[in-house]
């Protein structure tokens, strides 16, 4: 009983604490699973919110085109998608190290500039060349 008192005061009066990177991990979430618009998304990347936040927004959106790629590929083929935009993109999945989850996605992909562009940055594909 003891032990359900202390933890009902801690939470009481410390709470749940919850810094920028993990309010940016949750905003995203909650701003990709709402559907929104690919411009939406984009205006939404392009908002700065801080080095740290910023990354996480990218690793979320990283995240959510491995399971929603068509969706992710024409987002990023957007006409509004910035050449940071791409860098950053590629930089989160360097970071995560999911290049092969990546590769079998852009394996067929180089018809657009932007396509081209993310596909010969993936590390470890090997596209026949």
Known sequence: MKLLLILLF???FVGCECDSICEANRATKKLLSSNPSNERIIDYLNEYTGEAPGAATYGQFV???LINPDRFVAILNHPKITQRNLDLVVYKIADYGNHS???????D?????NEKYV???LL???YGL
């Open 63 to 65: 995240n959510w085109g």
């Open 119 to 121: 596909r010969d940055r």
């Open 109 to 113: 992909l180089n018809k657009n500039e």
């Open 10 to 12: 801690v939470w009481v």
């Open 101 to 107: 989850e990546w590769c079998q996605i852009y394996s």
């Open 124 to 126: 470890g594909c090997n």
